[in-house]
C-alpha cells in the first residue's frame, strides 16, 4: 500500500507532530502542501490530509489542493488536524470535498493542539501542552484503524 500524507501545520508543529505518527505506522511518505505535484497523488494508494484549524476551518491551501485534484474515482483517502477545541466536525469541508473528489473517505481523526492563533494569543493561548502523548496513541490507534479498513485493488 503506497502511501502519502499531505499536511499544513503553521504555528506550532501540532499537526505535523501528528502527521508523523500516522506516518510511521503506516510507512507513509509525508508532504507539505507547498511541495505537493498535484499529478504525482495518482502514484498513491491512500492520501492523507492533515490540517491545522484556522477560525474553525482547515487550512486555506489544504482546501486549495483538494480543489485543484481531478476524479479520483477508486482512492481513499482519510482526515485528520488538530487545533485548540478539537472538533471532528472542523474535517467535514475536506471529507466533503474529497467525497465530491470521487475519494472514499475511510477515516478521520482529530485531537487537541496548542492554539495561539487569533485571539487566542491574547490570552496566552489554549490547550497548552497538546498534543500530547495520549493524542500520539490514540492517532497511532487511528492509523490502526485505517490499516485495517485499507484493502488495496
Given at each position: 500500500?503506497?502511501?502519502?500524507?499531505?499536511?499544513?501545520?503553521?504555528?506550532?508543529?501540532?499537526t505535523?507532530?501528528?502527521?508523523r505518527?500516522?506516518?510511521?505506522?503506516?510507512?507513509?511518505?509525508?508532504?507539505?502542501?507547498?511541495?505537493?505535484?498535484?499529478?504525482?497523488?495518482?502514484?498513491?494508494?491512500?492520501?492523507?490530509?492533515?490540517s491545522?484549524?484556522?477560525?474553525?476551518k482547515?487550512?486555506?491551501k489544504?482546501?486549495?489542493?483538494?480543489?485543484?485534484?481531478?476524479?479520483?474515482?477508486?482512492?481513499?483517502?482519510?482526515?485528520?488536524?488538530?487545533?485548540?477545541?478539537?472538533?471532528?466536525?472542523?474535517?467535514?469541508?475536506?471529507?466533503?470535498?474529497?467525497?465530491?473528489?470521487?475519494?472514499?473517505?475511510?477515516?478521520s481523526?482529530?485531537?487537541?493542539?496548542?492554539?495561539?492563533?487569533?485571539?487566542?494569543?491574547?490570552?496566552?493561548?489554549?490547550?497548552?501542552?497538546?498534543?500530547?502523548?495520549?493524542?500520539?496513541?490514540?492517532?497511532?490507534?487511528?492509523?490502526?484503524?485505517?490499516?485495517?479498513?485499507?484493502?488495496?485493488?
Open positions: 500500500m503506497k502511501t502519502l500524507i499531505i499536511y499544513a501545520s503553521i504555528h506550532h508543529g501540532n505535523e507532530k501528528i502527521a505518527v500516522i506516518a510511521d505506522y503506516l510507512n507513509a511518505g509525508m508532504a507539505k502542501v507547498n511541495d505537493v505535484d498535484v499529478n504525482a497523488i495518482n502514484g498513491y494508494d491512500l492520501i492523507g490530509f492533515g491545522g484549524i484556522y477560525h474553525s482547515p487550512h486555506k489544504i482546501i486549495d489542493l483538494v480543489e485543484e485534484l481531478p476524479d479520483m474515482s477508486c482512492k481513499k483517502a482519510f482526515v485528520f488536524s488538530t487545533s485548540g477545541l478539537g472538533k471532528n466536525e472542523y474535517n467535514n469541508p475536506v471529507k466533503q470535498q474529497l467525497e465530491h473528489k470521487g475519494f472514499e473517505v475511510i477515516g481523526f482529530t485531537c487537541k493542539g496548542y492554539d495561539t492563533y487569533g485571539p487566542f494569543k491574547f490570552i496566552g493561548g489554549i490547550a497548552k501542552g497538546r498534543p500530547n502523548e495520549g493524542d500520539f496513541r490514540k492517532a497511532q490507534t487511528f492509523a490502526q484503524g485505517i490499516y485495517k479498513l485499507f484493502k488495496p485493488s
